[in-house]
């Protein structure tokens, strides 16, 4: 059963617009969300990150939202570049916990393809 | 300068063939990871180590085998037992039980058993 999700397989947006990438989780115990961004053939590079103390967090054209409650977040570019154009993964860990016994693991989403057109 | 690498970039083997992937980090980092991704798929972890000489399967381990005898190596083993070896297999590296949470991954290895 998955517990992180990204619903869209893909998301178009033009150049200059706002993308907004969503991602779900199950597990209540995940108190560490984390976007990565990852180009073809390559090795995902880590974005932007979020505590569970926190609903929000802001870094440049990047801010990712946290709905505790809703066990929702997401990430906004804004605006967004013909370079933001890659797969955005999402993913938990429930760091504090230990969650698994495995403390630092991280449980990915299946990615969301970004396609920023000029 | 500090980082994941991976070795070969691509890598081709026959059915039946044990193949092992190379990673090495020059970051100190404790911590090391094996995942693997496929197509419209996310990455699926096969295995980590948090300490030198410990390691521990994760969540698709079946056909594959590791060894940490170093804090900077963590090569992977893909044996026959694999059912579907082809994939792009992704070394990740992190500090540790504690503080950074990220983790850090090298450029992949993507292998075709033909």
């Known amino acids: 059963d998955q517990q992180v999700k990204q619903n869209s397989p893909s998301l178009s947006v033009q150049e200059g617009r706002i993308s907004i990438l969503n991602c779900d989780y199950t597990n209540s115990m995940f108190d560490y969300f984390l976007w990565y961004k990852k180009y073809p053939a390559e090795g995902p590079t880590f974005l932007i990150s979020i505590s569970s103390i926190k609903d929000k967090n802001e870094d440049g054209r990047f801010t990712v939202f946290l709905n505790k409650s809703a066990k929702h977040l997401s990430l906004h570019i804004v605006p967004s570049q013909p370079g933001d154009s890659a797969v955005y993964f999402c993913?938990?860990?429930?760091?504090?916990?230990?969650?698994?016994?495995?403390?630092?693991?991280?449980?990915f989403g299946k990615g969301t393809k970004l396609s920023v057109k000029p | 300068d500090g980082g994941i690498t991976q070795s070969p970039k691509y890598l081709f083997r026959k059915e039946g063939q044990n193949v092992t992937l190379s990673c090495e980090q020059n970051?100190?980092?404790?911590?090391m990871y094996w995942y693997r991704q496929d197509p419209g798929q996310g990455l699926r972890l096969i295995y980590y180590?948090?300490?030198?000489?410990?390691?521990q399967k994760g969540d698709i381990a079946e056909g594959y085998s590791v060894s940490r005898e170093k804090k900077e190596s963590f090569p992977l083993t893909v044996t026959s037992a694999q059912k579907n070896p082809t994939a792009f297999y992704l070394c990740a590296s992190s500090p540790g039980l504690a503080g950074i949470k990220e983790q850090f991954f090298g450029p992949g290895t993507r292998l075709t058993v033909l």
């Open positions: 970051l100190n980092h404790d911590a």
């Open positions: 180590s948090q300490i030198v000489n410990d390691f």
């Open positions: 993913a938990a860990s429930a760091f504090l916990l230990g969650y698994g016994g495995s403390q630092g693991n991280l449980i």
